[in-house]
């Protein structure tokens, strides 16, 4: 079963209407505010915790453990980064950011799970 705890989390304006985006990867853009990430090599913030929408709060989570909604079958263990959909995925792209560690599985696309991450320490994207 999916969970979080000890997670630190920041708080930024929302770029976009991120308000389907709950437990998604999302990053900032140009003017400081946060928005999806659309790309498997983007750099995420961290993980949305809120549903916002422009203008208002996004609280991002960017270390400790939280959900994630999966963009594929994930195992407990896997390195994970994000899909292009902003979506949680294991790392596999060259380009791609390993952000954290599944903790629990996913077993398929849109399921939740728990992932241990650290994004504002994100570390060298995969080769």
Do not use: W
């Not at 985006?21 to 915790?49: E, H, M, R």
């Not at 980064?81 to 629990?104: E, M």
């Amino acid at each position: 079963m999916a969970h979080d705890e000890i997670l630190r989390t920041i708080s930024v304006p929302a770029g976009a209407d991120l308000s389907a985006l709950q437990y998604t990867f999302v990053k900032l853009n140009s003017s400081g505010q946060v928005v999806a990430c659309a790309a498997v090599t983007d750099t995420p913030i961290g993980i949305l915790q809120n549903k916002p929408t422009s203008g208002q709060t996004a609280e991002v989570g960017v270390h400790g453990v939280s959900k994630l909604v999966a963009s594929a079958a994930v195992t407990p263990g896997a390195l994970i980064g994000t899909a292009a959909s902003g979506k949680g995925v294991t790392t596999s792209a060259t380009g791609q950011f390993n952000v954290g560690q599944a903790l629990t599985a996913a077993s398929g696309a849109n399921s939740i799970f728990s992932v241990a991450f650290q994004t504002l320490s994100v570390s060298q994207p995969h080769a």
